[in-house]
């Protein structure tokens, strides 16, 4: 019997319940000859199965197949607990807005007429974050070989409902899914955001959102830009005054701000129960006047800087020729990778205008040993290119020359990889247009058309496309002060990076993204979210207000 209070099939203290083997009663009939009469009756479902962001790899509709969401549905899982943790993410995402308990069960083989099943399957066509949705009259199933793969699909079934799914009380909707069978893979492996914690300092609850909207659009990589002149963001043990001295201070004399290591695990294990791995960057030699406050040492002659709260770069750099300045960055970096279980570690390595040539090069060499012996592999922005190569060695590319670099392009010939992420086109702090109240301009303006309009794969001449792990949208916080900013300059322009990371280029059309993704203003709107309403989208004009209702005890308690 199941535990008193808990809907049968839901997930208990001890893992899911079963669902009762009994036949169906009359009144459980009853409803279904009901919900089947007024779906013959029902208009089409608004949304069509080729409206989703990214744009999916294959879609096949069916008109005849639409599905309603019943209040006494079942989300069954394969009998796997990675399995079971995406659906109950997925039941978590749809309860709000339907009032519908949504329990959650698991089954050796899954298959659940009129409910939600995802299954594992060993399809190696689907690769390891690839999935398929199906969507008949009788149910919804989305298989995958891997529970990353089921989590895209879960997002994917999101955006197929009506807009109204966002809304954090239950509301009265029809919840139709468009009929068809959705395959799907990504383009790219790596795909991802930054967000620039150092500049401003943004509290954990804020990067959890940025989290979730990386999510929404199948991104799967965080970047978080945790160090600069302005702040030091994360603790370490090994050298406590980082952030006790080293945190307080932020961009224009704003409020300064660290995470504790408890704090810090808390957004990588958030992000990891939602596919996304968090990138942590210490930015080395350059960046570091913050550490310099802290521990003058490490400055070249040994005096401690004043606090910096303004904007500009390149002035600062921790001493090259000192054995202690490698003792520190060992043990910096060594603490902040016991905490990142991803692979990635970053280095930062831009504008360190003070040092130059040979000195810059060994220093970075011996910085890539130090991330290699702690097992992690190197990231670092392109400026990293002259060093020498280190296995899986990763350079961020964010120029704005049209691509047109021969000193990546060796780096490259070398076994350098490439992460994508022209400043001119992928870079949120930019302005949209010159009236845009927040923002930069230095490397242009970036309309959504601008930030959709370029290929991650031939961008950087004279590197293949195999050398390209994929793309990322920086976001530099000097002007950015809060979460409403943050997402004001993410959206609409993050879901026009995520397509360029996610989908074949084959589907890449400006016309026909720009009204798909019109429809997720009324999806932001109703989740209280932030956003330009960039003129070159057509935004619905009246965006409907779903109506608010209280659940019955039929949508809590199903016979």
């Keep these: 019997m199941p535990s008193p209070g808990l809907t049968p099939g839901a997930t208990g203290p001890t893992g899911p319940v079963p669902l009762p083997s009994h036949e169906p009663d009359a009144a459980a009939l009853a409803r279904a000859a009901e919900r089947s009469a007024g779906d013959l009756l029902a208009p089409p479902t608004p949304i069509r199965l080729s409206d989703v962001v990214p744009a999916p790899r294959q879609v096949e509709p069916a008109s005849t197949d639409d599905w309603l969401l019943p209040p006494d549905a079942v989300i069954v899982a394969s009998a796997d607990p990675a399995a079971l943790t995406v659906a109950t993410h997925l039941a978590d995402l749809l309860r709000p807005a339907t009032g519908y308990p949504l329990p959650v069960t698991d089954s050796p083989r899954p298959t659940q007429d009129g409910g939600i099943t995802l299954t594992l399957v060993g399809d190696d066509s689907l690769g390891a974050e690839g999935y398929r949705l199906a969507v008949t009259r009788a149910g919804v199933t989305i298989t995958a070989t891997t529970a990353t793969g089921l989590f895209y699909g879960g997002q994917t079934l999101r955006q197929l409902l009506p807009p109204s799914i966002e809304s954090p009380t239950p509301v009265s909707e029809r919840w139709t899914l468009p009929g068809g069978t959705i395959t799907d893979a990504p383009r790219f492996p790596y795909r991802g955001a930054m967000l620039d914690v150092a500049r401003h300092f943004f509290t954990v609850e804020d990067v959890l959102r940025v989290v979730d909207h990386l999510a ?81 040492e490490l400055a070249p002659d040994k005096v401690a800087p004043p606090p910096y709260t303004g904007t500009e770069v390149g002035f600062s750099y921790v001493d090259p020729t000192d054995e202690r300045t490698y003792d520190f960055i060992a043990d910096v970096l060594g ?103 927040i923002g930069h301009d230095w490397a242009g303006l970036i309309d959504v058309r601008r930030a959709y309009d370029w290929d991650p794969a031939t961008h950087v001449a004279g590197v293949p496309a195999t050398a390209v792990l994929g793309v990322e949208a920086p976001l530099w916080t000097e002007s950015v002060t809060s979460l409403a900013e943050i997402e004001f300059m993410l959206l609409p322009r993050l879901p026009a990076i995520a397509e360029l990371g996610w989908s074949p280029r084959a589907t ?41 209702r209280t659940p019955t005890r039929e949508d809590v308690n199903p016979t």
């Design 216 to 296: 929404r659009y199948k991104l799967n990589h965080l970047h978080l830009h945790l160090t600069d002149d302005q702040g030091w963001r994360i603790a370490v043990d090994s050298r406590p005054k980082l952030t006790t001295v080293g945190a307080t201070t932020a961009v224009g004399g704003a409020p300064g701000g660290s995470y504790t290591k408890a704090d810090y695990q808390r957004i990588v294990a958030y992000a990891a129960d939602r596919h996304i791995t968090v990138v942590p960057e210490i930015d080395l030699p350059g960046h570091t006047n913050a550490a310099l406050v802290a521990y003058p």
């Design 335 to 437: 603490e902040v990778a016991a905490l990142s279980p991803g692979r990635w570690l970053h280095i930062g390595g831009d504008e360190a205008f003070k040092v130059k040539g040979e000195v810059y090069t060994g220093f970075v060499e011996r910085v890539q040993r130090i991330v290699a012996g702690l097992g992690k592999t190197v990231v670092g922005w392109h400026q990293l290119a002259p060093a020498g190569h280190v296995d899986g060695r990763v350079l961020q590319w964010w120029g704005t020359n049209g691509g047109d670099d021969p000193t990546t392009t060796e780096a490259v010939r070398r076994g350098a990889r490439l992460i994508v992420s022209p400043g001119n086109h992928a870079y949120l702090d930019m302005k949209y247009a010159p009236d845009t109240p």
């Design 508 to 548: 890449h059309d400006w016309d026909d993204f720009r009204e798909r993704l019109a429809g997720h203003g009324p999806r932001w709107t109703t989740a209280g979210v932030t956003f330009h309403r960039a003129p070159e989208i057509p935004w619905p004009s009246a965006p409907t207000v779903p109506t608010q």
